[in-house]
Structures are given as C-alpha cells and as structure tokens.
C-alpha cells in the first residue's frame, strides 16, 4: 500500500518505488503531519557550544569523545569513512588485519 501525497517534498537521488512493487495506492492532497520540535537538553545544547566554537571543547589529548550512533547503519558507515579520511590525512591511527 502506498500513498502518493502532493504535498511531499521532492527529494534528490534515486527515491522512487516502482508502482509494481505495490499491492495498491491512494492519491491524496492532505496536508502532512507535523511534530512539534523537542525542547533542547542542557547537554545537547553543551554539544552545540561546543560545535558552534563558543565553548572549549577537550583541552588535552587524553580526553576522548566517544561517539554513539543509534539509527540507520548508513550513519556508522559515514562516520567510520570520515574519521578513517582524517586519520589517514594526518598520518595516524592503524591498520588492522580484518580477513576480507
């Protein structure tokens, strides 16, 4: 079952479900709902101060940042892929032995 609303935003890519791999669908123009945004954590908005630059972040290098990715697999793969172009850029870190 699928839906085509009107008042979807387009997206970019390859975003289209073929209509074979669908039992049925309905056309619709009815508005889409909405979330009311969540109000902000102290520590949330500690990340943003720090991200912003108007607050220091780690002050040596025996402090770390542990990261915590919760959601679609594509995020750790971004993230992974990002931290291993830094490390590389920088010349540190090692290379492990995986058995591919």
Request: aromatic share 4%; net charge negative; hydrophobic share 35%.
């Amino acid at each position: 079952m699928g839906e085509i609303n009107e008042r979807m935003p387009h997206t970019h890519g390859n975003s289209m479900v073929p209509f074979d791999r669908l039992a049925s669908f309905v056309h619709t123009d009815r508005p889409l709902a909405e979330a009311a945004p969540a109000e902000e954590t102290e520590v949330e908005g500690r990340i943003g101060e720090v991200i912003a630059g108007r607050a220091p972040g780690r002050s040596s290098s025996r402090q770390i940042t542990l990261y915590e990715s919760q959601g679609m697999g594509l995020q750790d793969v971004y993230v992974g892929a990002k931290v291993l172009a830094l490390a590389r850029e920088r010349g540190v870190g090692s290379d492990l032995p995986i058995g591919l």
